[in-house]
């Protein structure tokens, strides 16, 4: 008898990710259990160029190849996922994800390579360990690009049991196979996720109730994960928009609201943002004290279309006055920025949110309240990237993952510090004299540094005339 499996019946924690060939990481794992129990804060710490970045981005591709089963076509996110491959003719790159489920460990693995200047799924392997003792983990499906099951079945799967097979190999079965991956070979999309393929894994006649119950859980946590790169927060820079990620009853995900004076939306829209900021604000004055933002409607309007927009400014109010929130500062910004999804973490055990560089911009204290708070109570899963050592003189060492200058073991913790170390100079100590399991820094002598400033000329700019 079949069994639907709801999105909101599954309960899961990620526990682990391993990072392969994949732009400046050779090889790199970050667990994120302890004595396999659930961590709600892992803060990534490094120096510049160590990796830290690589796992946001790393994580960027794979909910999107599980939101959309293929790599989106937006010009500035699609050239940062086809850079994780590293330069180089037959360069592949690997990302797998274990996430610990309450009937199994799950896993997806994705490798993928650039062709023709576009990233390229070449293999999808899902893996499946019953929580049950001395239960082994088993490869539930298995694509690649390429390959063909045997020579009367050509399909490219491989790994399949006999029973899956002997399935898969009547007729009506290969032709919907086919179809699918007829759709997804030209293109290099993921043929896992793909909407077709959903359909056909949910109905479990060719493939069971297990590979069902893995397409589900992943499905669930790529719904539940917010990413906030640096590049989405470099738009806080350019007073243009100010990206919003949000997490409120009725929707999720990550929007823009304008900052450069008023600007029309739909009123459906602007009736939900209501919802946004209205949470927003249970929060923001204690952080800031007596401030509040809002979305201020100020007209109401009928396009060419016929279509009614409402005009609307976004506003700021502190001691009384109300003004433009552009004209606050960029850390104000980002924490009003960031402020929804934080609050969803704190209060929901599915939520997950990577923000990296969280410390962009915000006072070294305030960074250390925030995350404090969080890594004592948080329901959800925080993982952040910083620079400033202030969180790790809040935060467990079993929380905290360094990088290495080490490109093939990349993501590093410490083992056995005592509560009375301070964590914070346990990690300067490291930069300067070793004694990690890797080294973290590359040492600068500020002697070389003072004689490439004092040997550096200026550039001399030789007038041009034209003839």
Known sequence: MKTKVSYYDLHYHLQEVTIENVKNVKYGKI??????????????YGANGSGKTTFVDAMTLVKTIIEASVVPKSENLYHSLVDLVPLGEG????????IAGEKADVTYQVSFSTKQSKLWIDDEKIYYKRNAPRAKTRLLFHYNQGAKLSSSIDLPLLDLTKSVESKVAKSKNQIKLGIVSGIVK??????????????IVQDETIFGSELHYVQEIFNTFALNLSIYSSKISGQIYSDISLPLSFSVEGGFGMTEVPMDGKHEIEPSIYKFSQKIFKQIN??????IPQLT???????????????????????????????PLRYESDGIKKIVSILSTLINVYNTPRAIAIIDELDAGIFEYLLGEIVDVIAENAKGLLIFTSHNLRPLEVLDYKKIV?????????YITIKNIKPTNNLRD?????????????PVFEKVSSTLIKRAFLGTKKVEITPHHGE
């Open 31 to 44: 667990n994120f259990t302890n004595k396999d129990q659930p961590l709600n804060t892992v803060g990534i």
């Open 91 to 98: 360069n592949v790159s690997t990302i797998s994800v274990v």
């Open 186 to 199: 030209p293109k290099g999309d993921s043929l896992f996720f793909n909407n077709q393929m959903v359909a």
């Open 282 to 287: 249970q929060m923001l004055p204690i952080l």
């Open 293 to 323: 933002i809002e979305l201020v409607k100020k007209d109401t309007v009928v396009t060419k279309e016929q279509k009614e927009m409402d005009v609307v400014e976004l506003m700021a109010k502190r001691d009384g006055k109300k003004y």
């Open 402 to 410: 360094f990088t290495s200058t080490n490109p093939e073991n990349r």
């Open 426 to 438: 346990i990690y300067i100590r490291a930069i300067q004299l070793g004694g990690m399991d890797e």
